[in-house]
Nanobody, 119 residues
């Protein structure tokens, strides 16, 4: 199993930037695909981005493509989400998640970190 803790959220003006971090404890971090999801008030949780175990393959939701960058440092057991050109509609609780390489769904979740973008 893996335990996830997010950090780096906060309040930022539209057009600004933030970087979220997700630190994992437990073994075999490099065997997990890491993902970021978000949930805005009154909306369902949605996929934002993911990065495979090696860090060489990434995938993004259309709404964040070109503005957000996901990365990971396996030596530090940490995944990152760099967010640029933030918009008010990016306001949400952001969750880090992990999917073991033999599994088909994300089964491990952090507690979430709030990102608020003011207009």
């Amino acid at each position: 199993q893996v335990q996830l803790v997010e950090s780096g959220g906060g309040l930022v003006q539209a057009g600004g930037s933030l970087r979220l971090s997700c630190t994992a404890s437990g073994r075999a971090f490099s065997r997990y695909t890491m993902g970021w999801f978000r949930q805005a008030p009154g909306k369902e949780r949605e996929f934002v981005a993911q990065v495979t175990w090696s860090g060489t393959s990434t995938y993004y939701a259309d709404s964040v493509k070109g503005r957000f960058t996901i990365a990971r440092d396996n030596a530090k057991n940490t995944a990152y989400l760099s967010m640029d050109s933030l918009k008010p509609e990016d306001t949400a609780v952001y969750y880090c998640s992990a999917r073991y390489f033999t599994e088909s769904s994300y089964n491990y979740w952090g507690q979430g970190t709030q990102v608020t973008v003011s207009s």
